[in-house]
């Protein structure tokens, strides 16, 4: 994986200590350059002291996260002050760079930010600041097309690994013709078992532990149960189908407690 610049993404002061530490944590491992937006949304009712006659005190803002930043370096990082509107925010300085990689706590903002941003992208939810290759984390995943490389990727942030494949079994209907019924759900039989077999190769390949899940389930647990069991410190996500992915990747985002990584 490619990173040369992290954004630290801050929507308030109190999470710039968690945001910054694990930016600066994450330039240092990809050797990139790091820069600080800061979005403050605006509340329906806004009675803070930064904002003042449809304005913010941008200096009293930026002289905070200064003072978080020469905690953890002496040289200077750009720093962006916006108001409102997030998501658009992270876009207009990114672009869509793959090589660039958004760091931010979770928050009200953090799914529009995935939804209209396709960098890769760190969602912070977890107290501990940092993941040590010790570790252990997960690889979801929908595709097995180029999966070396997401793992690949994956283990850049973390060694310990387990592969999770959710495979997307669309169970047919009966169909009109009655001399038919039945083929599709035989047909789907046959595909699930084909891919049973190449996750195992996979696995075997990678030397790597594995679950698969049906339509986010395995036996009586979805995946976001599994994996709070599990008790993982990051879930990475890569090769999710868009049809499906944006709601299985929020609703696993909003239920685990561990740190989310989208590739």
Known sequence: MKVTRVLAVLNKLSDSNEVLSKSFELAKKFNAIIEVLFVYEKPLFDISELFTNNNIDKNAIK????????????????????????????????R???????????????????????????????????????????????????????????????????LIYNYLYLAYSDPIDPMLSGFGAVDNEILLQTQEEIFKEI????????????????????????????????????NIEEFLGDSIFEYIVNEVHCDILKL
């Not at 953890?72 to 108001?83: N, P, R, V, Y």
């Not at 009586?220 to 069991?229: A, C, D, G, P, R």
């Open 63 to 94: 002289s905070e996260i200064k003072n978080e930043i020469s905690k953890l370096t002496t040289e200077d990082i750009a720093i962006f002050i916006k108001i409102n509107d997030t998501a658009n925010r992270v876009w207009d300085l990114l």
């Open 96 to 162: 869509d760079d793959k090589s660039s990689l958004i760091v931010t706590k979770y928050n009200e903002t953090t799914m529009d930010i995935s939804e209209k941003n396709s960098s890769p992208i760190y969602i912070i939810k977890q107290n501990s600041l940092n993941i040590n290759d010790s570790s252990a984390s997960a690889l979801i995943f929908e595709s097995i097309e180029n999966i070396e490389s997401c793992i690949k990727s994956t283990k850049e942030f973390s060694n310990n690994l387990e």
């Open 203 to 238: 696995k075997k390949e990678q030397n790597l532990d594995g679950e698969i899940f049906i339509n986010g389930m395995n036996q009586e647990l979805t995946i976001s149960q599994y994996l709070n069991k599990k008790n993982f410190s990051l879930v990475s996500f890569c």
